[in-house]
Nanobody, 123 residues
Framework: QVQLVESGGGLVQAGGSLRLSCAASGRTPSSFTMGWFRQAPEKEREFVAAISGIGNTYYADSVKGRFTISRDNVKITVYLQMNSLKPEDTAVYYC?????????????????WGQGTQVTVSS
């Protein structure tokens, strides 16, 4: 079983930065694809970014150039550096994991999920 625990959320002003972390434990091979999703109130969960075991990355257009996903395969931790934050980035951010690097933008492709961390960007 795989456990994912997010941290690093909080309240920030527009234009500010936050770094989210996702610590994985259990049977989490370093080859797993890790993703970040977010869900705002009354909206569907949406893809943010994904990273493969060897560091390939994939971003949603809405965050490209502002967010950076990275991973530490020794610590089995994935990070999401979020810069130039906007009020529309406000959401609960979830970490997710799966075995394969394909269709990374689809929530249904991910087998494991964290509990989420709240990010609120004030205008």
């Amino acid at each position: 079983q795989v456990q994912l625990v997010e941290s690093g959320g909080g309240l920030v002003q527009a234009g500010g930065s936050l770094r989210l972390s996702c610590a994985a434990s259990g049977r989490t091979p370093s080859s797993f694809t890790m993703g970040w999703f977010r869900q705002a109130p009354e909206k569907e969960r949406e893809f943010v970014a994904a990273i493969s075991g060897i560091g390939n990355t994939y971003y949603a257009d809405s965050v490209k150039g502002r967010f950076t996903i990275s991973r530490d395969n020794v610590k089995i931790t994935v990070y999401l550096q979020m810069n130039s934050l906007k009020p529309e980035d406000t959401a609960v951010y979830y970490c997710a994991a799966k075995r394969y690097w394909s269709e990374n933008y689809l929530p249904r492709e991910y087998n494991y999920w964290g509990q989420g961390t709240q990010v609120t960007v004030s205008s």
